[in-house]
């Protein structure tokens, strides 16, 4: 019987990006970004990337849109990898359109892969009619970007790298509502970074400081896990900035170099020390970008964020707590 009634291939998802407490850097499988190790980190209320996707027979070529600009380069080329993945699982041999919005600036070391590319896997797979379940939406989410893996978990997550792709995804340690923390994100640069964190996974394995760290790292990330769960501030906040370091000391002293702090990275840095030793319990953490998140118990944002502005080098700064991770909407961008 012929129906009026057709169906419609489109959902729109909203994404938080994640802060890494324990950070993945160095890929053991490049291709399926599975890690040497696992990482640990918290969604972020104030980052969000919100993405609709639509396949439709009627589409004669696939289009991604990014805050508003048409994508024609790698970037699209990524996007549109993790399509094809969808369309093979769905059987949707259809023509796409992406559009994808961020509320904070891309590229720029906070973590705009991770919102983008989780938000992508959960619009793009509803789009077309799978349901997959929370460890499958992950794993699909890690094919685009490692850390998007740990976005679409609630709250604390843990992304175990597994023995092989069907075990690599993230889990969660515990709900947003556990710890009343604050990240708050101090932008001392806005533009798109020089050095991608691919080319950091990639330098990385080979530094011999690599094998180093992953020697230490099982025993740190029991014990700031511990911290997160007893909610030891000072203890979680010390492994913190243990860990911050290592990666950047790793970067730097990859062949070649990585260098992504800058002078208001340093100036932040160094307000953090003098913060905490006049009594506010603060500490830092970076990704790969020159921008600095400043954790911080909820009682102290505000005037940690205060005193973090007067800092001359600082753009703008972004309050962050923890979130849920990836949903869906029902107002679609387009
Ligand atoms: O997910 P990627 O490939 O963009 O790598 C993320 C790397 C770090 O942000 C530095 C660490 C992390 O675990 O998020």
Known sequence: MASSYKKIYKATAVSPANIAFIKFWG??????NIPFNDSISMNLSNCITTTTVEFNPRFRSDRVILDGRELKDEKKFRV???IDLVREKSNIPWGVKVESKNNFPSDAGIASS?????????????????????????????????????????????WNKGKNSNSSYAIQIAPPE?????????????????????????????????????????????????ALLKKNFKKFGELLEEEAIELHIIAMTSKPPIFYWNKGTIEVINKVREI????????????????????????????????????????????NKPSVGTHLLKKHLF
């Open 27 to 32: 890929k053991k499988n490049p291709k399926r």
């Open 80 to 82: 549109l990898k993790m």
């Open 114 to 158: 991770a919102s983008g590319f989780s938000a992508l896997a959960l619009s793009a797979s509803v789009a077309a009619g799978l349901n997959l379940s929370l460890k499958e939406l992950s794993i699909l989410a890690r094919f685009g970007s490692g850390s998007a893996s740990r976005s679409v978990i609630d709250g604390f997550a843990q």
């Open 178 to 226: 556990h710890w009343d923390v604050r990240d708050i994100v101090v932008v001392v640069e806005a533009e798109k970074k020089k050095k991608s964190s691919t080319e950091g996974h990639t330098v990385a394995p080979k530094n011999p400081f690599f094998t180093v760290r992953q020697k230490l790292l099982s025993k740190r990330i029991r014990n700031i896990k511990n």
């Open 276 to 319: 905490r030793e006049k009594g506010i319990l603060a500490y830092f953490t970076m990704d790969a970008g020159p921008n600095v998140h400043v954790i911080c118990i909820a009682k102290d944002a505000k005037i940690l964020n205060r005193k973090l502005r007067r800092i001359p080098e600082i753009l703008f700064t972004i309050i």
